[in-house]
DNA sequence: CCCTTAGTTCGGTCGCCATCAAACTTCGAT
DNA sequence: ATCGAAGTTTGATGGCGACCGAACTAAGGG
């Protein structure tokens, strides 16, 4: 297992979700599209690639959303070829911030 | 006992818990101004006039953000004297929202 | 009755953010 | 070596929301 020394440059920096402040999170899951994409997560329990998400939005603002994600530390991406998949950094977020994704995007939650 | 009759026309109207969306709290939680008004409503478990939250900006701001967190379910007002008093609607929220409130502004959490 | 206190309403400005299309990159398959 | 699939980057646009000041209203006190 590991990541190939080459991949690691394509893969974008993330944050310590020590250092991620709860006005980012909020400002993060506010969004419905983005909201979506975590709900998918959480409820799938595993990693997804990008384009399983079926989002509302072209390609270059789905972009987008991810990168607001990976910044606000909900979510950890990495390259499987061509395809990104992303991960809900559950255990981190549940441990800095206890609570806020079962409330927001937990079991039978309203899209 | 009870609001005197002529009160009551100054009294906005609140809307039914039941029909707020999650995406109208999140998005009245975003704003750190709203999430200090309705932090101090959780803290102190009382009801707080208006003037009481020390809010960084002027008076009619302030209006629109006390507007925004009624239509949004979070909190109740009704008048005393000049006064506006405000209720942080803390068991219809929870039964609605289980866990959302604690999660955002319970103890412990950062402004 | 006048003044103060407390908050609202209105009109307008400004900045940010979600959005898109177009051009580009990177990988895998043919 | 070419093509398609997957996603990124860039630049531009549009709309919404936070913000303020000024004028207003409503209640209570002197």
Same mark, same amino acid.
């Given at each position: 297992?590991?990541?190939?020394?080459?991949?690691?440059?394509? #893969?974008?920096s993330?944050?310590? !979700?020590?250092?991620?402040? /709860? *006005? *980012? $999170? /909020?400002?993060?899951?506010?969004?419905? %599209?983005?909201?979506? #994409?975590?709900?998918? /997560?959480?409820?799938?329990?595993?990693? =997804?690639?990008?384009?399983?998400?079926? =989002?509302? !939005? +072209?390609? +270059?603002?789905?972009?987008h959303?991810?990168?607001? /994600? @990976?910044? +606000?530390? =909900? #979510? @950890? *991406?990495?390259? !499987?070829?061509? +395809?990104?998949?992303?991960?809900?950094? @559950?255990?981190? #977020?549940?441990? @800095?911030?206890?609570?806020? =994704?079962?409330? !927001? $995007?937990?079991?039978?939650?309203? %899209?």
């Open positions: 297992m590991g990541v190939r020394e080459d991949e690691k440059d394509r #893969i974008p993330h944050p310590d !979700v020590g250092t991620v402040t /709860l *006005q *980012q $999170v /909020l400002e993060a899951l506010v969004d419905p %599209v983005r909201r979506k #994409i975590v709900s998918a /997560l959480y409820a799938a329990d595993d990693d =997804l690639r990008c384009g399983t998400f079926d =989002l509302p !939005v +072209s390609k +270059s603002t789905a972009t959303h991810f990168h607001v /994600l @990976r910044d +606000s530390g =909900l #979510i @950890r *991406q990495y390259y !499987v070829g061509t +395809s990104r998949m992303n991960t809900l950094r @559950r255990k981190e #977020i549940e441990r @800095r911030f206890p609570g806020l =994704l079962a409330a !927001v $995007v937990g079991p039978g939650r309203e %899209v």
